[in-house]
């Protein structure tokens, strides 16, 4: 089993910056594709972005390329998310989620707050 524990979210002004982490526990997730993924009020759960075990290959939505940045430190079983521009279509709830190989996501966080003010 892997937990996963996201933190990091608030609120912030549009154009402002934060920094999400995903730390994870209960087994290394060196060999997990890794995600962060977000949910707006009355909206269905978008992927934002992903990294592959080794941080070699990333995806982005269309909505943050250029502006987020997922990366990964194995060392300290933990995965983060740079957001950048941010923007009040940015506002969601945001969640961690892990997989083996090509499976689907298995392991999900509780998801963090962000709330961007215009």
């Known amino acids: 089993q892997v937990q996963l524990v996201e933190s990091g979210g608030g609120l912030v002004q549009a154009g402002g910056s934060l920094r999400l982490s995903c730390a994870a526990s209960g087994r290394t997730i060196s060999n997990y594709g890794m995600g962060w993924f977000r949910q707006a009020p009355g909206k269905e759960r978008d992927i934002v972005a992903t990294?592959?075990?080794?941080?070699?290959?990333?995806y982005y939505g269309d909505s943050v390329k250029g502006r987020f940045t997922i990366s990964r430190d194995n060392a300290k079983n933990t995965v983060y998310l740079q957001m950048n521009s941010l923007k009040p279509e940015d506002t969601a709830v945001y969640y961690c989620a892990a997989k083996l190989g090509i499976t689907n996501w298995t392991y999900w966080g509780q998801g963090t707050q962000v709330t961007v003010s215009s």
């Open positions: 990294i592959n075990w080794s941080g070699a290959t990333t």
